[in-house]
């Protein structure tokens, strides 16, 4: 009954089914998608979520995820706070048929498959008109009501300009190649108004009457660099999103960049502004909490990721980072003596060059000074200074007698 792509959604192992708003009214539906690397961050985000919820709406919060663990479900449902006016509910879309197409799209290690279900969730939630999408790696300070109740107007989505792309110039070494890139092959002429894919407010009823997720689709066959679902969503909703403040998807990454304050003004005393009070702090790049305990709004997350049942994983992932930079360090340190080494090794063997010339060279002075010793007592040398004698005897006089005329 799925529309668009004909997706079907599955709950474990059980037959396909929709799924159905778990409130009739005044609810707020709020979606992530995951997979089990992603799931301690999740616990630590849904936390903070219904943590700052309001008791007077309801939640409706959906998780989609791949191949997800029965100890990790049991585990994220803990930590989501237990009131009637929150549900939450797991769903396992790695049957589902189409994504066996979606598998071979661009990825990395850090960012899986998993990252585009986003771009489909029209077709997962055909029964919803309106779609809260926040990524696993959040913290939410502020209740979510304000967000999802944007007046969307005739926009496919509201969502917050990715500071670090708009200002590409300041934060990038290869922001030529990557602004051409967006333009050439995804049609994105304008990175003022690229914007994070991270928390999205999605108008699923806009996006299913236009029939979006097929272009969406055909855009992430050809993307295969730098951003992933974000640069398909960019180059789709580009002229039909409706950008709004900051504070909805602070990345944390950017502050601690060089150049950050030589950005446009007015645009960085509006970060500024969201830098003090975040309402969603999203935990951007490889760089988490758990492997640096130095930038700004670190600390907040631990307040949090300490409540959670994953506690101890986190915990363990900060002695995990410590290894693994003691690892780097060493292996930088075995580089750096392997090269040191190497240049010993072509120093000693310029030394051996040097050294061999020299012999050759005190070598050749000796045969030069053994052959005029030998020239100098043959007869042709003596008769030689014999018959240049007087001339150079009478120059000499010459030249006295010049020097006493000139006295």
């Keep these: 009954m799925l529309t668009s792509l004909r997706l079907n959604v599955m709950i474990s192992d059980q037959q396909p089914m929709e799924i159905i708003p778990a409130y009739s009214s005044n609810y707020v539906t709020v979606c992530f998608c995951t997979d089990s690397n992603y799931a301690p961050l999740l616990s630590v985000a849904l936390y903070s979520l219904t943590k700052n919820s309001d008791p007077n709406t309801n939640y409706d919060i959906i998780v989609l995820h791949n191949n997800l663990s029965e100890s990790h479900i049991n585990k994220l449902n803990q930590s989501v706070i237990k009131i009637p006016s929150i549900t939450i509910r797991f769903f396992n879309v790695n049957s589902v048929n189409t994504f066996s197409s979606v598998r071979q799209l661009f990825t990395t290690e850090y960012m899986t498959v998993t990252a585009y279900y986003r771009l489909f969730l029209s077709s997962f939630l055909v029964n919803y008109s309106k779609v809260l999408y926040l990524d696993c790696d959040i913290l939410v300070l502020q209740n979510i009501d304000e967000l999802y109740n944007t007046d969307l107007k005739d926009n496919m989505c509201a969502a917050v300009i990715d500071y670090g792309i708009a200002n590409i110039d300041y934060f990038f070494e290869d922001s030529e190649d990557?602004?051409?890139?967006?333009?050439?092959?995804?049609?994105?002429?304008?990175?003022?108004?690229?914007?994070?894919?991270?928390?999205?407010?999605?108008?699923?009823?806009?996006?299913?009457?236009?029939?979006?997720?097929?272009?969406?689709?055909?855009?992430?066959?050809?993307?295969?660099?730098?951003?992933?679902?974000?640069?398909?969503?960019?180059?789709?909703?580009?002229?039909?999103?409706?950008?709004?403040?900051?504070?909805?998807?602070?990345?944390?990454?950017?502050?601690?960049?060089?150049?950050?304050?030589?950005?446009?003004?007015?645009?960085?005393?509006?970060?500024?502004?969201?830098?003090?009070?975040?309402?969603?702090?999203?935990?951007?790049?490889?760089?988490?909490?758990?492997?640096?305990?130095?930038?700004?709004?670190?600390?907040?997350?631990?307040?949090?990721?300490?409540?959670?049942?994953?506690?101890?994983?986190?915990?363990?992932?900060?002695?995990?980072?410590?290894?693994?930079?003691?690892?780097?360090?060493?292996?930088?340190?075995?580089?750096?003596?392997?090269?040191?080494?190497?240049?010993?090794?072509?120093?000693?063997?310029?030394?051996?060059?040097?050294?061999?010339?020299n012999s050759e060279l005190e070598k050749q002075q000796i045969r030069l000074r053994t052959k005029y010793e030998k020239m100098k007592n043959s007869i042709s040398f003596k008769i030689g200074s014999i018959i240049t004698f007087i001339p150079r005897k009478i120059t000499t006089i010459i030249h006295k007698h010049k020097k006493a005329s000139t006295i």
């Design 178 to 357: 990557i602004k051409k890139y967006l333009k050439d092959i995804l049609s994105i002429d304008n990175v003022r108004t690229y914007f994070n894919s991270g928390v999205l407010v999605l108008n699923l009823e806009k996006i299913r009457q236009n029939k979006l997720e097929e272009k969406m689709l055909e855009v992430a066959k050809i993307n295969n660099k730098y951003f992933h679902d974000q640069n398909v969503l960019n180059s789709v909703l580009k002229n039909s999103c409706l950008l709004i403040d900051y504070k909805w998807n602070y990345l944390w990454t950017l502050p601690n960049c060089r150049n950050y304050d030589k950005t446009n003004h007015e645009e960085y005393q509006k970060y500024e502004a969201a830098r003090k009070r975040p309402a969603i702090i999203h935990y951007t790049s490889t760089i988490k909490p758990y492997n640096n305990n130095v930038w700004e709004w670190h600390q907040i997350f631990w307040d949090y990721a300490l409540e959670t049942p994953f506690r101890d994983e986190l915990i363990e992932k900060i002695f995990t980072s410590l290894n693994n930079n003691h690892d780097i360090k060493i292996q930088t340190i075995k580089k750096e003596n392997s090269e040191l080494k190497r240049l010993n090794e072509a120093l000693s063997r310029d030394n051996e060059i040097i050294q061999h010339n």
